[in-house]
Antibody, heavy 118, light 112 residues
Framework: EVQLVESGGGLVKPGGSLRLSCVAS????????MSWVRQAPGKGLEWVGR??????????SYAAPVKGRFSISRDDSKNTLYLQMNSLKSEDTAMYYC?????????WGQGTLVTVSS | QSVLTQPPSVSAAPGQKVTISCSGS????????VSWYQQLPGTAPKLLIY???KRPSGIPDRFSGSKSGTAATLGITGVQTGDEADYYC?????????????FGGGTKLTVL
């Protein structure tokens, strides 16, 4: 069974940084394309970015609102996906979900809440 | 403003059928598979339909997906109170101005 467990969320001031982690189990992370999806309070889903498997190039892509501020990386030896978030803004406040899949997102974590506020 | 357009809400009585529409364009739904996600209150989203009309293991056949042109539809037959949730469509977008993966704004299903 696919399991994804996010951590690292919390309260951070505008302009600050935070690194989220996602530990994967129940499947082979190194073969998987992974994405981060966020959901602001009371709002819909928003794709944040994706990292391909290393065998498919390991490249990343990002949504426009976070490009240049967020960075996705992976450590397949630790079965862990990361989301480095810099220059955080109040509009980045959201639940952040780690997901897996290529043409669809088949596995979802329970999410970790990031609050950006002074 | 979401790239994919869904009705904000739909409602149905128990046992009835309900459909949720998802409208896109030639750069997303028109050329790519569509997936649907169910988000029960207070929980993470869950994959409901993938590749436009396929159900993952464990999803009952009361749920179905289809597509015509640049619009997709989620159908739920024999609606149950446990189906009360937010439903999101998603697909990849090939236009340069959009994020590679786009979602609809979500539709809240109320079971009367």
């Amino acid at each position: 069974e696919v399991q994804l467990v996010e951590s690292g969320g919390g309260l951070v001031k505008p302009g600050g940084s935070l690194r989220l982690s996602c530990v994967a189990s129940g499947f082979t992370l190194r073969n998987a394309w992974m994405s981060w999806v966020r959901q602001a309070p009371g709002k819909g889903l928003e794709w944040v970015g994706r990292i391909k498997s290393k065998i498919d190039g390991g490249t990343t892509s990002y949504a426009a609102p976070v490009k240049g501020r967020f960075s996705i990386s992976r450590d397949d030896s630790k079965n862990t996906l990361y989301l480095q978030m810099n220059s955080l803004k109040s509009e980045d406040t959201a639940m952040y979900y780690c997901t897996t899949g290529t043409t669809f997102l088949g596995g979802w974590g329970q999410g970790t809440l990031v609050t950006v506020s002074s | 403003q979401s790239v994919l357009t869904q009705p904000p809400s739909v409602s149905a009585a128990p046992g009835q059928k309900v459909t949720i529409s998802c409208s896109g364009s030639n750069s997303n739904i028109g050329i790519n598979y569509v997936s649907w996600y169910q988000q029960l209150p207070g929980t993470a989203p869950k994959l409901l339909i993938y590749d436009t009309d396929k159900r993952p293991s464990g999803i009952p056949d009361r749920f179905s997906g289809s597509k015509s042109g640049t619009a997709a539809t989620l159908g739920i037959t024999g609606v149950q109170t446990g189906d009360e949730a937010d439903y999101y469509c998603g697909t990849w977008d090939s236009s340069l101005s959009a994020a590679p993966l786009v979602f609809g704004g979500g539709t809240k299903l109320t079971v009367l």
